[in-house]
């Protein structure tokens, strides 16, 4: 029992230090991928060709001086980005591994619990701060995620009926011939779009709102809180990029296309952010609520009958 108590928190613990790498790694291919967008560079100073930027950018954050608002409520100020980062991570254990260390039947029910307590830790950063701008940003997350969260549920239980399990190692098993993002194009879309507004990435990207809002329910952090929010989007970024592959490109963890696959969803995610401009607000709740919504149904009720 102590062994493979051993081997689950081994398991875990090398799981979050890749996230890590890769959560770094991804910042730095982000800022890259604009710098050639906007035909300049991009980070090309700190080491060779600039690959060790992510490091630099660590060490300034986490060694700045953090300032709290004088008239936050601290303790939730305080603890909002820690469990927004400590979210992002725990929601790894529901990856397809093969070996079964830490894979188990009933991974959807984590994923939707943890994206789902997520809006918490939103609205209570923006809430704890005091500053009408944060509220706004927090508001606006937490409408916003509500509503693509049901459409992300309908889809995810579309493809269960259609396989008949709820293990994700079966996703792979069942695209071994032929991919789902074939079979249900339309879902993969309503999926790909959902993510986007479910990690806050543009063009839904009304929570940081720059022009209004100041950067949104983020914006009374500095140093270590401000980071530890940053690194739990773009951890929620990673993970997201890792479900679409497992959902509808059919690959499993052990391969090397698993991989490839997952930085080309990542770079997607970039791409999106360099190429679309804002979503009026009111038409992002109109494309949840009149157009996903639909879709999802409509597939979920086919697979269903099938």
């Not at 100041?214 to 009374?220: I, K, M, R, W």
Request: with cysteine; charged share 10%; hydrophobic share 55%.
């Amino acid at each position: 029992m102590s062994i493979m108590l051993f081997m689950y928190s081994l398991s875990l613990l090398l799981v979050i230090v890749f996230v890590m790498v890769g959560v770094a790694f991804l910042t730095l291919m982000e800022r890259k991928v604009f710098g050639y967008m906007q035909i300049r560079k991009g980070p090309n100073k700190v080491g060779v060709c600039g690959i060790l930027q992510p490091l630099a950018d660590a060490a300034k954050l986490f060694t700045k001086e953090q300032t709290f608002p004088l008239h936050s409520n601290y303790l939730p100020y305080y603890f909002s980005p820690v469990f927004t980062l400590f979210l992002s991570l725990i929601v790894w254990m529901v990856v397809p591994y093969s070996v079964n260390m830490i894979n188990f039947s009933w991974g959807h029910y984590i994923f939707l619990c943890c994206i789902s307590l997520g809006v918490y830790t939103v609205l209570c950063a923006g809430w704890s701060s005091n500053s009408k701008y944060a509220l706004l940003g927090g508001l606006r997350a937490v409408a916003q995620t509500i509503s693509y969260e049901v459409s992300l549920a309908l889809i995810l239980m579309s493809l269960i009926f259609l396989i008949g399990s709820f293990n994700f190692v079966d996703f792979t098993l069942y695209q071994k011939y032929v991919w789902f993002i074939l079979m249900s194009f339309p879902l993969c879309l309503c999926w790909l779009a959902s993510c986007l507004a479910e990690t806050n990435r543009t063009p839904f990207d009304f929570a940081e709102g720059e022009s209004e809002l100041v950067s949104g329910f983020n914006v009374e952090y500095s140093s270590g809180g401000f980071a530890l929010i940053f690194l739990g989007e773009y951890a929620s970024i990673l993970f997201m990029s890792m479900l679409f592959v497992v959902l509808f490109l059919g690959a499993a963890p052990t391969s090397v296309m698993f991989y490839i696959k997952l930085v080309f969803i990542s770079f997607v995610f970039v791409w999106v952010r360099g190429t679309q401009p804002r979503y009026r607000y009111d038409k992002l709740m109109y494309l949840a609520w009149k157009s996903f919504l639909p879709v999802s149904l409509n597939y979920l009720i086919f697979f269903s009958w099938t």
